[in-house]
DNA sequence: ACTAATTATGTAACTGATTACACAAATGTA
DNA sequence: TACATTTGTGTAATCAGTTACATAATTAGT
């Protein structure tokens, strides 16, 4: 298959589906060969009926993996042929037992010489190759079960987003941004107060001029996010962390994260101590951003904001 | 995949399909991931036009290893959704010509992102596995292009079912299964001959006592093959392997190798050092059975059967 | 004891591929 | 030049699974 290797490793999906068919396609043959009239696809839940037990339909789907109705089409074909007989339960209306009828018991005697020669085979190619396809079948449903390919992806793309992002300090030029990016959620979920346009419509002289300072953070040259740091007039704490705010259409790209950890470098640098933070807890992808850089919820502090209803403070060392 | 483990190898097939299901699940939700309105079934088309080249229908299903009609329903899926332009070709009018649109080439570039994304995802899953599935599909595909899993199969049968044959020295006993079995292929491609009736209702006279032998295969205790190893009066040959025979019930399981053999390893420890026999040509299966067996062809020599139209000889030393 | 939730099953429609077939256009050959 | 063969494409039917939905029987909760 020269075309996969052009590709690469991301048509593993189709090159798993092509592999599966050929492999799919001598199995019929091969049933040919033991001359018994057989479907491959039965073969799972021949497989679970051999010994002669009985079964319900959801059961054997559960046992091999299957969704229920497509067990339930393979039984209608296995009594169709003679294979397997149905029988209701007694005790329990629902349930439809099914189990190997005679032909069904004298098959599965027939299939343990298939069965041998096929296992052989199958070892043999299994011998002859390097790379053990069968473990590694087995890897990848663990490691897929652990974490799904969509996850994986996503990790991915978000890493590779969040090197488009760049932080930058605050100039004169993002005043814009730094509002509008601010009052898009304030007003989204609450009601923008005296306090945020004191220090949104003066950016300079409320938080730079005293102490302070704000990133901006940049996707395609585009202002995408802020944050700002206060400095406190505080016994307990240096600076604030305030007015972190990440457009919407720039979600998922990890900016929250990198602007956040760019402020705390920040205080540290300016020698801070302790950084506190004021919020609500209907925000969580916030709250939840806040735990991720290391803040711990504290008790209660006067806070100019009405909406503050969640207070949260990061020892620096 | 607790199931697999259970019933081992035969169901590899099973188990490539269920891994291939859950990475194909997972592989529209990562287009979604991307804003991309597309279908991962058109991955293998879309990569084949994406530097902006015009493709017959069946070339790109040559190039990718799909059917035709498959890369046509594609391509007609990717028309209606914008992705693609059909063109008929002036110097052929067979020939569909298709390439990108403006859509589809604006697509080429987003995807490009997703691209790298996925390898990088697959890639993690990969070095995280012990066993290299990339790789590992790769050795299937070339094992199973040198020899199909049914011939692997197959080869695995016959051995087990020749391990079922045994080869017995000529009793009284077989002396009806002796005759019947080489009057039922004689008879069926040509004509019973007063040399044939001779050797056949006189075994013991005509072959034993006369310093020949017959040896017959056994399965599940029933005679299904015999040989005759006849002493012959020649300046040239010691022995002629005449009335070989099995029964077409009996075919598939290697026994006329075993026979020939068997005759064989007699004739040398009987001091012999040619084998002769005559035959047919149009006896093909025969003929290349005594190949395999060491035999060639050798020029003209009187023989008492009208049937007789090849001679060969094996030297054994 | 009655209603709501759960469980067991079956049917219908869909999916992404295939093979079989049909047909037109181009090419090869006598 | 006429006819057979090959090539390119599309349509229909099939295949082995799925999800969505419907229905009946049982179990749980009040």
Redesign the pocket.
Known sequence: MEFFNKVGKMAIG?RL?MLT?TV?EDA?RIYNLYHIDF???WF?VFYVLQDGGEF????IAKEI??????V?????EMVKNGFVV?KK?K???????VSLSAKGLDAAVKIKDQYADVTGAVEEILSQANHDLWKAIEEWEYLLEQKSLLRRVQEHQKIRESNKVQIVPYEPRYAEAFKALNEEWISKYFKMEEADYKALDNADSYIINNGGLILVALYNNEPVGVCALLKMDDPDYDFELAKMAVSPKAQGKNIGFLLGQAIIDKAKALGGHKLYLESNTILKPAISLYHKLGFVKVAGRPSPYERANIQMELKLK
């Open positions: 189709s589906r068919e799919g019929a479907q491959p696809k799972p319900t339909i959801t059961s993996g299957h969704s229920h109705p497509s339930s089409k393979i039984i209608a149905e339960d005790t329990d209306g629902r349930r439809n037992m």
